[in-house]
């Protein structure tokens, strides 16, 4: 997605910077072509930077109801929908493509 702001464009540069320099730190040895940094080495740190934020949404989802947790026979957690709530889910979905598409067109003028 293309930055739209001069701020935003340079918040950008400035993170992918830090994350190549990141992931050189973690793996010193390491050296790669344009294509494999890009798939390798910035998705590793993305999603370093996601797991954090996917933790608190799915602590709040568990919390609302939304969604069913489970220790698995492996000893992980394991996440799904809770049936009973469906329509309150579709509900919510609606709503927040709602608000995107009102944000969207707010934003286009």
Do not use: F
């Not at 998705?43 to 989802?61: C, H, N």
Request: charged share 30%; aromatic share 6%.
């Amino acid at each position: 997605m293309p930055c739209t702001q001069p701020d935003e464009c340079s918040y950008r540069k400035t993170q992918i910077t830090y994350d190549i320099l990141g992931y050189l730190a973690e793996h010193p040895g390491a050296q790669d072509t344009l294509e494999g940094i890009i798939e390798w080495w910035l998705l590793e740190q993305e999603i370093k930077r996601q797991t954090g934020k996917v933790k608190e949404a799915l602590t709040e989802l568990v919390s609302r109801g939304l969604i069913l947790e489970r220790q698995g026979k492996d000893s992980r957690t394991h996440y799904r929908i809770n049936r009973r709530k469906y329509k309150e889910i579709q509900a919510l979905l609606k709503q927040q493509t709602q608000n995107a598409e009102e944000n969207s067109h707010r934003d286009s003028k």
